[in-house]
């Protein structure tokens, strides 16, 4: 019957719950968020040298996203797609930091061949489909991916990240509609950072509360900390049960923040050096975590091993990209389309 808006749901997900980490969850999660915020550092520093060319876009602050959400996933079997902010989400899947640096400096060992640079970088062994340009893109092919998923019935969940900017896409919309439709099994991901290369939230969005934005086409939206890694993690857990369960997509909007500029080019006047400071110092994820890491006893020492641990990692990512070779000239044409259809 025509009109018939019994058709599809109005059934809504039970408020998440912060994450009940066991020591050794909490401590896997403070090293994994550690080992994003050490590697953009030094991926900024090597920008710096001239090293890395192009845009590189910093996911520094938000790290409690990537990790809370893809610690509940399995890399190979649940897809992952974001835009160009994109190092972070490689790290929480498990991608070799060698090989993303490598890639950010353009070298024949890096993930796509050294002819992707910091935006275009996929690893279809782990399910990661990039890496994306073009502000919106990855909502649209997230939701093709979650189509195959749903067609080829491999279990899998595909997790589509977007910023507040992109939210104000056309396209956005277009996928939502067909999500819901079609009960694809995806989790639409808004990392609301609160600004859009220079542009607040606030002065480009008519409704500024973003998990609302699934509203008009039924998908159910819930907000977020995304500076928390627990509570990220308990919204991974509810959205994923939703999922999994037939139930369709599902938004999750992660108030969030970003440190540095939009790219290493910005010199961020759209905001103030206080708000940046104010964020750091009273919301900072990793903070957050190691003060729960020393009330369990962990101790100052043992923290200290982590950091340095972890910058061995990242120095060694370095120098393997550093020492590695430039791709070979003959490569020049290799994976690029030169023939006309
Ligand atoms: C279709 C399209 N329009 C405009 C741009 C230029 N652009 C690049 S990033 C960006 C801002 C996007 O901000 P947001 O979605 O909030 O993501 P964030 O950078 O904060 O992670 C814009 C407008 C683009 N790359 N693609
Ligand atoms: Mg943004």
Partial sequence: MSGNSNLHNRERPEAPKPYEATPEELLAFYKEMLLIRRFEEKAGQLYGLGLIGGFCHLYIGQE????????????????????????????????????????????????????????????????????????????????????????????GVCLAYFGDGAANQGQVYESFNMAELWKLPIIFVIENNQYAMGTSVNRASSEDQLYRRGESFRIPGIQVDGMDVLAVRGAAETALEWVRAGKGPILLEMKTYRYRGHSMSDPAKYRSRDEVQSMRENSDPIEQTKKRLLELGVSEDDIKTIDKDIRAVVNEAADFAENSPEPDVNELYTDVLVEQY
């Fill in 64 to 155: 409690a996203v990537a990790i809370g959400l893809q610690s509940a996933l399995t890399p190979g079997k649940d897809s992952v797609i974001t835009g160009y902010r994109d190092h972070g989400h490689m790290l929480a899947y498990g991608i070799d930091p060698n090989i993303i640096m490598a890639e950010l400096t353009g070298r024949a060992a890096g993930i796509s061949r050294g002819k992707g640079g910091s935006m275009h970088m996929f690893s279809t062994e782990h399910k990661f489909y990039g890496g994306h340009g073009i502000v919106g893109a990855q909502v649209s092919l997230g939701a093709g991916l979650a189509f195959k998923h749903k067609y080829s019935k491999d279990g």
